[in-house]
């Protein structure tokens, strides 16, 4: 196997980190790594928010619902879609700037800044550093924006707190890779598919001690009622719908 794939195959999230710095070069691989890849028309329509300072990592942690890593980690990444820059970049060439004003247009950038998000991650990992996504992003995505100073057409899609890591651990289980793929056509999942693509997890000791702990009854039960809930996911939702307004990508 050659070393991409090494680095693809073992990948995990790493939430504890070393009380030791990523140095200016390490980041300057990672960060030139996250800006070569594929993008929508060559316009990188993303940006990159490198957060190291103390006082800024205690300002976005209740944000992030005061998640361990978002404190802990040396060295924070948000990637936010950005079609700022390219927006400025046509008035200041009397272009057409409305052009970009539109869920399209977001949904480009959001694109884009995934592509360098992953691509800022595996180059971590590759280099010896530990990441581990926060979701928290997406959810008060307004005070963020407002923290982070991001002017319109800019909105934050991605942070990874990364450093480097106390312990390797195990790998998480995944679903099998059929689970995902559908060859020429989507094939739709039945019950019975569903049984068959789950059985290995929901048997899984990690599952069971899950279940015991919440007294539910299965896997999706804990979460429908307890991770990630209808009510949360609808407010935050409009939280986002706000936003995108906001910032100009919405009417
Ligand atoms: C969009 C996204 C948001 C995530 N948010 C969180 C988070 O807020 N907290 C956390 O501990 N892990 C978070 N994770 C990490 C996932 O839990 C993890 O990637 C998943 O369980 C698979 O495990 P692995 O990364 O070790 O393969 C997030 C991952 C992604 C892609």
Not at 184 to 193: F, G, L, R
Not at 219 to 242: C, G, M, P, S
Request: proline residues 4%; contains cysteine.
């Amino acid at each position: 196997m050659n070393e991409t794939l090494n680095t693809l195959f073992n990948h995990v999230s790493v939430r504890e980190y070393l009380d030791r710095k990523v140095d200016d070069e390490t980041l300057n691989l990672i960060l030139k790594a996250a800006c070569s890849g594929s993008t929508m028309g060559n316009m990188q329509l993303f940006s990159v928010i490198v957060t190291r300072d103390e006082a800024m990592k205690q300002k976005l942690a209740p944000l992030h619902f005061n998640q361990p890593m978002a404190t802990k980690a040396p060295l924070i990444l948000t990637f936010c879609a950005d079609f700022r820059r390219f927006n400025r970049y046509c008035e200041f060439r009397d272009a057409e700037t409305e052009a970009y004003s539109n869920l399209q247009s977001y949904h480009w950038a959001v694109i884009d800044a995934l592509i360098a998000a992953q691509n800022a991650c595996v180059a971590a990992e590759s280099l010896g550093l530990g990441f581990c996504w926060l979701g928290t992003i997406t959810y008060n995505v307004d005070k963020f924006i407002e923290v982070l100073n991001l002017p319109k057409h800019v909105i934050p899609v991605a942070c990874i707190p990364m450093g480097y890591p106390v312990a390797k651990p195990a790998l998480t289980q995944k679903l099998p890779v059929e689970a995902m793929v559908h060859y020429e056509t989507y094939q739709d999942y039945d019950k019975e598919k569903i049984d068959h693509l789950y059985a290995e997890k929901e048997s899984s000791e990690e599952t069971q001690q899950l279940l015991r702990e919440n007294n539910l009854p299965n896997l999706a039960q804990i979460f429908t009622q307890k991770r990630y809930v209808k009510a949360d996911n609808e407010h935050f939702a409009k939280v986002l719908l706000d936003a995108l307004k906001k910032q100009g990508f919405m009417q």
